[in-house]
Nanobody, 120 residues
Framework: QVTLVETGGGEVQAGGSLRLSCAAS????????WGWYRQAPEKQRELVGT???????TYAESVKGRFTINLDSLEDKVYLQLDSLKPEDTATYYC??????????????WGQGTQVTVSS
């Protein structure tokens, strides 16, 4: 079993910054890919960005140039730096990981989410 725990959410004014963290623990041999997603009230969950185990990143167009994903592979942690925040970034942010276990089984895991609220 693998557990993902996100921290770092909160409330900021437009133009401000936050840094989210996601830590993975449990039966982990390797994490191939991480993803950050978000879901605003009454909207579908959307992909914010991804980072591979080798550090290659992709971003949604709506956050390019404002959000940055970083990886600490030794600690099995990933970070989402949110800069120049806008009210429309308000959402619950979720961490996702594609994990190979020590038993050579592969699975996808989700964190519980952390709330980001941006006021105008």
């Amino acid at each position: 079993q693998v557990t993902l725990v996100e921290t770092g959410g909160g409330e900021v004014q437009a133009g401000g910054s936050l840094r989210l963290s996601c830590a993975a623990s449990g039966n982990i041999r390797n994490i191939y890919n991480w993803g950050w997603y978000r879901q605003a009230p009454e909207k579908q969950r959307e992909l914010v960005g991804t980072i591979s185990g080798s550090g290659r990143t992709t971003y949604a167009e709506s956050v390019k140039g404002r959000f940055t994903i970083n990886l600490d592979s030794l600690e099995d942690k990933v970070y989402l730096q949110l800069d120049s925040l806008k009210p429309e970034d308000t959402a619950t942010y979720y961490c996702n990981a594609d994990v190979m276990s020590r038993w050579n089984t592969r699975g996808e895991y989700w964190g519980q989410g952390t709330q980001v609220t941006v006021s105008s």
